[in-house]
T-cell receptor
Framework: GDSVTQTEGPVTVSESESLIINCTYS????????LFWYVRYPGEGLQLLLK?????QKGSSRGFEATYNKETTSFHLQKASVQESDSAVYYC?????????????FGDGTVLTVKP | GPKVLQIPSHQIIDMGQMVTLNCDPV?????FYWYKQILGQQMEFLVN????????KSKLFKDQFSVERPDGSYFTLKIQPTALEDSAVYFC???????????FGHGTKLSVL
């Protein structure tokens, strides 16, 4: 079956430092799945951060970026300068097609703490 | 923004009893999902529901599980009878169309004793 592996947390960085959370995937149900980063801020529900459905493309949101790399089957999340408000749990996920983007396979989640 | 509400946030029940988890999806959304997350494990897809029918279910969706959305009200997950291994956080999500973003609820923590 499909699987997603991401950086094991917790990850702690200081404000204004750069961040990378690694994500690699294995998709047996489809050659080029849709890829997502979801985030859960404290006290809130899981929400979409960004998504990319085309290999080679980059998605961005709130200063975060992730590039769909089909050669390395990776979708790493990066931010050049984190803020304390970025403290949250980040989940990498994939979906099998563009018409069924709700059936997600999630990674374990990475807890990020940004120190002031 | 749009919100998915899950009621209750925590439910404690004795093994063998029936439980119904309620989800109030985003208004006008058409696709509904349940996910299950056992403590310390990944969130996993259980089932999706559209137009009054189960569209797809995973191997985690046991025969004791059922879903429905009677008369466009709550989208429910019923477990009858419950087992110890059903203890988990259950997340509901809704989606406007098949390729839009999912909106998740905060989850209902189910403890089966």
């Amino acid at each position: 079956g499909d699987s997603v592996t991401q950086t094991e947390g917790p990850v702690t960085v200081s404000e204004s430092e750069s961040l990378i959370i690694n994500c690699t995937y294995s998709a047996t149900s489809i050659a080029y799945p849709n890829l997502f980063w979801y985030v859960r801020y404290p006290g809130e529900g899981l929400q979409l951060l960004l998504k990319v459905i085309t290999a080679g493309q980059k998605g961005s949101s709130r200063g975060f970026e992730a590039t769909y790399n089909k050669e390395t089957t990776s979708f790493h999340l990066q931010k050049a300068s984190v803020q304390e408000s970025d403290s949250a749990v980040y989940y990498c996920a994939l979906a099998p097609s563009n018409t069924n983007t709700g059936k997600l396979t999630f990674g374990d989640g990475t807890v990020l703490t940004v120190k002031p | 923004g749009p919100k998915v509400l899950q009621i209750p946030s925590h439910q404690i029940i004795d093994m063998g009893q029936m439980v119904t988890l309620n989800c109030d999806p985003v208004s006008n959304h058409l696709y509904f999902y349940w996910y299950k997350q056992i403590l310390g494990q990944q969130m996993e897809f259980l089932v999706n529901f559209y137009n009054g029918k189960v569209m797809e279910k995973s191997k985690l969706f046991k025969d004791q599980f059922s879903v429905e959305r009677p008369d466009g009200s709550y989208f429910t997950l019923k477990i009858q009878p419950t087992a110890l291994e059903d203890s988990a956080v259950y997340f509901c999500a809704s989606q406007g169309t098949g390729n839009e973003r999912l909106f998740f609820g905060h989850g209902t923590k189910l403890s089966v004793l």
